[in-house]
């Protein structure tokens, strides 16, 4: 049986290997960050083609779009796109089938980042329970009636829990767990690090930890059945009991100086059938590996000679990780295939330029900075690369949405809709 077969075969199982618990959503839904379980990896039913026209994945639509690096979400036939325009943060939802504009929210800033970056906003919506939620670069969160827009209510959290924008903003996207919203808010000067918010009324749950915010998004997994938060802070990885806050473990994660934390941990089930966890960071950071049980979490191996991303979390497939090691600012940046339970390097393609990952169909997207798609098929040996194509000129930096064939990209000033589904013959 080759590597790859293998793979085939626990892919078929991603549902029981991920120790991520999400949401339910509908087949076909990208409605949060980084798909359903914000691991990257998009609902089994979703299809690609396994080449591309000459001239690339066919443009269903584009639209122009304002400042920021906020992905789209994707649910229920609607994108939730997230942006600047003027002195405003406008939250749209549009038609997925033709880019119109439903309904729109918006409400004033004056966010300006503190070195280099754009003004607008990062966090990608969340999509859940017939709400929509958006956390914007200064802090403000706000709940909107998916199918009205309607604002059901709005909390600026850096003005209440004294937390700082950080060097480009608020960056840690909301996760929705059961009847909360809970936000990496950073309010280190009230204890309010870690916030939970009632969805219902936007008051204040619970609060947690001094920790600084990150640009990382929480996490959810299981153990013994029971879930739990997964937060990486601008210092520090915690696990909490997601209902009241309460810390079961944490340890020490990142550096002081101009660094960020900004790919989202990553929980896996085991061989062992027990959790594992991955978290990543650039600038000498490196990675750390470990599994974890509710009350400790047990190093298995760490250093940056094996991965230390800057913001690409990593996709995990039966048992190895694909990533893409570097920096966006600072090339070069290596396309890498690891050994998940040893850290070993089994390939890199050098110089493949920064970007972030996604998964569906036995095939990985690389969405690359410099405004190029990589189609090609995850295999221990090497880099098998199925298709290319350049649809931006420009800087891609918001992370991508695959939804029903459809992958969803932007640069600083077009959103473009690509079908990259298999063609009817």
Known sequence: MTAWTRIRSLLAFIGVLAAGVANPVAAGDWPQILGPERNGIAAADETLATEWPAEGPYTLWQREVGSGYAGV???????????????????????AASGKTIWTDEHPTTFAPQVGGGDGPLCVPVIQGGRVFTFGAEGVLTCLDAATGKQLWLRDTHTDFGAQPGYFGAGSSPIVVKD???VNVGGGQKEAGIVAFAVATGKTVWTKTSERASYSSPVLTTIADV??????????????????????????FGQRGPTVNGANPLAIKGKDGNPHLLVTAAYGIGSVYGSFDKNKFTKLWDGDQSLATQYCTPIALGG???AIDGRDDQPPADLKCIAQSTGEVLWKEPDFGYGTLIFADGKLIATKANGELVLFQPDTAGLQVLARARPFAGTIRALPALAAGKLYIRDDHTLKCLSVKPRVR
């Open 320 to 322: 190895f990780l694909y």
């Open 73 to 95: 979400a994707v649910a229920n036939k609607r994108a939730v796109l997230f942006h600047r325009v003027d002195g405003k943060e406008v939250t749209e939802s549009l038609d």
């Open 227 to 252: 879930p739990h938060l997964i937060v990486v802070a601008r210092y520090r990885v915690l696990l909490l009991d997601p209902a009241t806050g309460a810390i079961r473990w944490q340890f020490s």
């Open 180 to 182: 909360l919203v809970i």
